[in-house]
């Protein structure tokens, strides 16, 4: 009889700038990117029509700010479901280094669309409200699916016309309050934190009659 | 021997199992669409914002059904997302080539997948509807519900759906109902920015109404822009639907014809919508479309007032704001108690007549024989998004200083007005005048400068002179009868100008 030893699991080593970019290529993650761009160019045409102080002048640039956030979410979307989550030990790990990633790249393509125009709350308003929706949209693709992660931030959207209008003092519409509103920061960065852990630990659900 | 029963005509058979067919597939859809399971969310939301919006507003019809369109746009881009969504399913699933082995031509597949969408959300879009017009029917005090713009609304809900659905069949991606979501809601500003550069066009927006001040109140509303909307939305419909059948995979030739005819069709619709809207003229009364309109749509609205027969004389009122007739007769009783019976003291208050200069100014005046103390419907005209408080108190406490001045120079004479006064019969005047101001709560001596003219009542302003405030505070401290006893003695001599202050008691 022959005696064997223990298996000695292979030492995990951290994951290469290969598996990186196959995690990227598996997400979709360089049309994410494309999309990103058209939101910034979308973001550029509305800002020519919605000058400051104009009834649009916060709506609509925040409609763009959603839309960016939803891409984001949707990017996380597995095309490969069971298999990937059983064998991909570095999942989380690659989800949750994806999400700053994703936010800074969808910060820098809606920054680098406003420029020359002029954003209603500025920049600090712009990754206040950016980082707040992505998060929303990450725990919606969490719960719901992400595919249907952009209904999260859409919902959002709406509610903030009506909170922008009515002036409500509640920081958890952080899109209601002045960059400088501390309170609506942290709301803001607690949703994106929130989101963030789901989506890194269980991974974005295939839902809703996926 | 074998019974034979009655023979049944072939076609009536296979037309039978077509609708069973029909009816069996749309059950189907309706059981499995996203979109019920997406009802409460929206409605949670619909009831958060826009249900919410809506009833803060003043309960009048005119307002609230007006209203009731624009919220079209929230339900409207939700919609379209959602039907994007569902339109790409086959392909989600992969599916696609199973499915092509049915009997049903894929356009009928999607034509039902569509309906499921629309039914599900034109449901839901009714119900918020239904609620909006059922608080009303319990808060308004008159008119009825103007089903229009609720008609407009609903077609626009039904035309995101298709609209989305298409996007969804042709350019099937991750990304296409997120996107279509956004052109939804930012297709009605289009209109709106349109209308920003005089483009007369952009009234085609399902957000835009022919509504103004007054509609639905005092000025009829007129329908040929909604008309012309619901010409627009329902070519919208028939070409994205029609589009659907367009490529080869939807079906047979038959399908592929059937297409290029809606989509024909729809664009000729909406073309027509489009030359229609851009025909919109801005008349006093709200916008019109002359295709749509004729010279006795102009008539204002006829009304019976609804009057508060305890005061001093009948106040009457619209019966749409019977809720502020209080607060009205409280503004001009007190004044109207003080010269009861006097020459010249109105016999009744009611709304002037509606016209287009009255429904734009604020003024009243004092006219006729016997004499009638008009209000202007103007007072009266809320604007949107404003409820009787916020819009009508600021009215009402000026009506009370306003009503204070004209009824007063009415009836004992425009102090100071008359050149051939000698200023000892303007001083009994105005301080008759202001004792009575004091009696009713306003500053004796109001200010000549607008901005102290509005000041709070009982305010006192500088008396022309010591003489003048002293006699105004002497008439004030009388009892009232003893006051009203002394006018009605003297009021001639005082419209005469044969008094002096010191006949004032």
Request: aromatic share 6%; glycine share 10%; proline share 7%.
């Amino acid at each position: 009889m022959i005696a064997i030893g223990a298996a000695t699991r292979p030492r995990l080593a951290l994951p290469t700038a290969r598996l990186a970019r196959l995690h990227a290529a598996g997400r979709g993650i360089p049309r994410g990117l494309a999309m990103l761009v058209l939101c910034a160019v979308g973001l550029r045409i509305v800002l020519a029509w919605a000058t400051p102080g104009s009834d649009g002048a916060r709506p609509l640039p925040l409609l763009f700010e959603a839309l960016a956030a939803s891409v984001v979410g949707i990017v996380f979307r597995s095309p490969f479901g069971e298999v990937e989550r059983v064998t991909g030990r570095w999942l989380p790990v690659l989800r949750f280094a994806a999400v700053p990633a994703l936010t800074a790249a969808a910060f820098g393509a809606l920054a680098a669309g406003s420029a020359g125009a002029r954003l209603d709350l500025g920049y600090a308003g712009l990754a206040r409200d950016l980082i707040g929706l992505v998060g929303l949209s990450l725990a919606t693709a969490t719960v719901i699916g992400a595919l249907l992660c952009w209904l999260g931030p859409v919902a959002f959207w709406l509610v903030s016309l009506y909170a922008i209008g009515s002036h409500w003092t509640t920081p958890w519409v952080w899109t209601a309050h002045l960059p400088s509103d501390t309170g609506a920061w942290l709301c803001a960065v607690a949703v994106l934190v929130v989101g963030t852990i789901l989506v890194a630990t269980f991974g974005a659900r295939d839902g809703l009659h996926e | 021997m074998s019974a034979v029963g009655p023979a049944v005509p072939t076609g009536w058979r296979l037309r039978a199992w077509s609708r069973s067919a029909a009816g069996r597939l749309m059950r189907l859809e309706l059981h499995r669409s996203t979109m019920l399971l997406l009802l409460v969310p929206v409605a949670l939301l619909l009831g958060f914002t826009e249900l919410r919006n809506n009833l803060g507003q003043a309960p009048l019809w005119g307002a609230r059904s007006i209203v009731v369109q624009r919220s079209m746009e929230l339900v409207g881009g939700i919609v379209a997302g959602v039907a994007a969504w569902t339109a790409a399913r086959d392909r989600r699933r992969h599916i696609t080539e199973l499915l092509a082995t049915t009997a049903r031509p894929a356009w009928v597949r999607q034509i039902a997948a569509w309906a499921a969408v629309a039914v599900w959300s034109l449901l839901l879009y009714g119900a918020y509807v239904a609620v909006v017009f059922v608080v009303t029917a319990r808060q308004a005090t008159w008119g009825s519900p103007n089903w229009w713009p609720a008609a407009v609304g609903a077609t626009a809900v039904v035309a995101c759906s298709a609209v989305g659905f298409a996007f969804g069949a042709l350019i099937p991606g991750r990304f296409t109902a997120p996107l279509v979501t956004i052109g939804a809601l930012l297709a009605p500003q289009i209109g709106t920015l349109a209308l920003q550069r005089n483009q007369q066009w952009g009234r085609i927006s399902p957000v835009e109404d022919p509504g103004t001040s007054g509609t639905g109140v005092f000025v009829p509303y007129h329908a040929g822009l909604s008309i012309v909307q619901l010409i627009f939305l329902v070519g919208v419909i028939l070409a994205a639907l029609g589009a659907l059948a367009i490529p080869p995979r939807a079906g047979g030739r038959g399908v592929h014809r059937a297409g290029v005819v809606a989509v024909a069709v729809g664009v000729a619709f909406a073309a027509t919508g489009l030359a229609l809207a851009g025909t919109a003229r801005q008349t006093a009364q709200g916008i019109v479309i002359p295709a749509f309109h004729t010279a006795a749509d102009d008539r204002p609205i006829a009304y019976t007032p609804v009057c508060d027969s305890n005061a001093t004389v009948p106040i009457c009122l619209h019966p749409a704001y019977r809720a502020v007739l209080p607060s009205v007769v409280n503004a001009i009783d007190p004044v109207l108690a003080e010269v009861a019976g006097l020459p010249g003291t109105p016999t009744r208050v009611t709304l002037a007549p509606t016209t287009v200069v009255g429904l734009k100014g604020g003024d009243l005046r004092v006219s006729g024989n016997p004499p009638v103390f008009y209000l202007s419907p103007g007072l009266f005209v809320l604007q949107p998004g404003t409820t009787f408080a916020s819009a009508l108190d600021p009215q009402i406490q000026q009506l009370r200083q306003d009503a204070a001045d004209a009824v007063i120079a009415k009836v004992i004479g425009q102090t100071g007005s008359d050149g051939t006064m000698t200023s000892n019969a303007v001083a009994v005047q105005t301080a008759i005048a202001a004792g009575i101001r004091q009696v009713v709560g306003l500053p004796a001596f109001p200010a000549a400068d607008a901005t102290n003219a509005r000041s709070a009542p009982g305010q006192q302003g500088s008396p022309p002179s010591p003489a003048v405030g002293a006699a105004a505070t002497r008439f004030a401290a009388l009892s009232s009868s003893a006051r009203h006893a002394w006018l009605v003695a003297n009021v001639a001599a005082v419209r005469a100008g044969q008094l002096t202050l010191a006949d004032i008691p």
